[in-house]
Nanobody, 122 residues
Framework: QVQLVESGGGLVQAGGSLKLSCAAS????????MGWFRQAPGKEREFVAA????????AYVHSVKGRFTTSTDNAKNTVYLQMNSLKPEDTAVYYC???????????????WGQGTQVTVSS
């Protein structure tokens, strides 16, 4: 079965950093586009970042630009989300996802990870 497994979440103070990993297995994601999303309690799932499997064409929601960086390591079949200067409003469950299309929106993603909790205290 295709699996995306997130790890690296946890509790961090405001201003701190976390690096999330998304380990992919079960298929090859060459030519796919990977996305990061987050969902806080009572809120819609929100796009955070996207990147092609080959590491090109990254994109970010405005609120995380300059703070978050997504990258890939194809040899390890892993996608990363480096999160710096974390704010309490970044608190959410973070999900990685994959689509065979170039448009990265939640309703169009083909595969989802289970999510990892990120909590930023003030």
């Amino acid at each position: 079965q295709v699996q995306l497994v997130e790890s690296g979440g946890g509790l961090v103070q405001a201003g701190g950093s976390l690096k999330l990993s998304c380990a992919a297995s079960g298929r090859t994601f060459t030519n796919w586009r990977m996305g990061w999303f987050r969902q806080a309690p009572g809120k819609e799932r929100e796009f955070v970042a996207a990147i092609n499997w080959n590491g090109s064409n990254s994109a970010y929601v405005h609120s995380v630009k300059g703070r978050f960086t997504t990258s890939t390591d194809n040899a390890k079949n892993t996608v990363y989300l480096q999160m710096n200067s974390l704010k309490p409003e970044d608190t959410a469950v973070y999900y990685c996802a994959a689509t065979r299309e170039q448009v990265v929106v939640a309703k169009m993603m083909d595969y989802w990870g289970q999510g990892t909790q990120v909590t930023v205290s003030s």
